[in-house]
């Protein structure tokens, strides 16, 4: 049976999500013991680093080391540098990506399904290395702040509502774009895997090794890589369900 979501006006418990309204400041959750101060004024829910002093490694390292933490001090108030962060995110996963991009299609389409007739030499590592970065770019551009994270963030907030959980979409969609980070190790690390890969069969380490337990492999991988980021998804949606604005002066 769905609930009532809380209003965004209402001051909700940070630790159990229990309603403070008319509760004085020095007081506690009734439910949960944690202080109103600790919920209302003093969350520790801050603007990024990227949005104060434009430190994007710094903002990009904690997001992909303690996304959860990240997400429970971040404040919901949107700012604009999110997107940027995002898209400029967005783009580094997509040099990340290239190699390893570049090297399957050559292998799919050389090895195991000669489909094209792509010429040897320069011109076709050219084609190869030309659509390798198309595809991630195209990837970026559909989740990117206004097309993949927008949607996602609309089917989260109508998904928070029929649960009763406070979950607007434009919070929903600024966490979002924080955690386009996460995208940013399992990007490398398929690239490596897959250079790797690439390295043994061409020095003759894998005789007889058929193409399909790449395959195989390539598919555990991303079956592995997408389950770890939609956990992480809702870990930081937990960690902003029930977050209270707060006052902060890079907000805007
Ligand atoms: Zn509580």
Not at 106 to 134: C, E, K, Q, Y
Not at 231 to 248: D, E, F, H, L, P
Request: aromatic share 12%; with cysteine.
């Amino acid at each position: 049976m769905s609930r009532v979501a809380p209003s965004i006006d209402d001051l909700l418990c940070e630790g159990c999500g229990y309603n403070l309204a008319g509760l004085p400041p020095d007081g506690a959750c009734p439910e949960c013991g944690r202080s109103v101060r600790s919920s209302a004024i003093d969350n520790g829910r801050h603007a990024t680093p990227y949005e104060i002093d434009r430190n994007y490694r710094a903002t990009l390292f904690r997001w992909i080391i303690a996304p959860t933490r990240s997400a429970r001090g971040i404040s919901v108030g949107t700012h604009p540098r999110e997107n940027r962060f995002a898209w400029r995110t967005l783009i580094l996963v997509a040099c990340f990506a290239w190699p390893g991009v570049m090297l399957h299609l050559r292998f799919v389409f050389t090895s195991i399904s000669p489909l094209w007739r792509i010429p040897d030499g320069l011109s076709g590592w050219l084609t190869f290395a030309g659509i390798g970065m198309l595809i991630p770019m195209l990837g970026g551009f559909l989740m990117s702040p206004g097309v993949g994270i927008r949607l996602i963030a609309w089917l989260t907030s109508l998904e928070g509502a029929y649960w009763g959980y406070r979950l607007p979409a434009a919070r929903v969609r600024r966490v979002l774009c924080y955690l386009t980070s996460q995208f940013v190790p399992w990007a490398g690390l398929a690239s490596c895997l897959i250079m790797l890969y690439m390295l043994l069969r061409t020095q003759g380490h894998l005789p007889d090794h058929p193409p399909h337990w790449y395959l195989y492999g390539l598919s555990a991988f991303v079956v592995i890589a997408s389950v770890a980021i939609f956990a992480t998804y809702v870990r930081a949606m937990g960690a902003i369900r029930y977050a209270n604005q707060t006052q902060s002066p890079v907000e805007s």
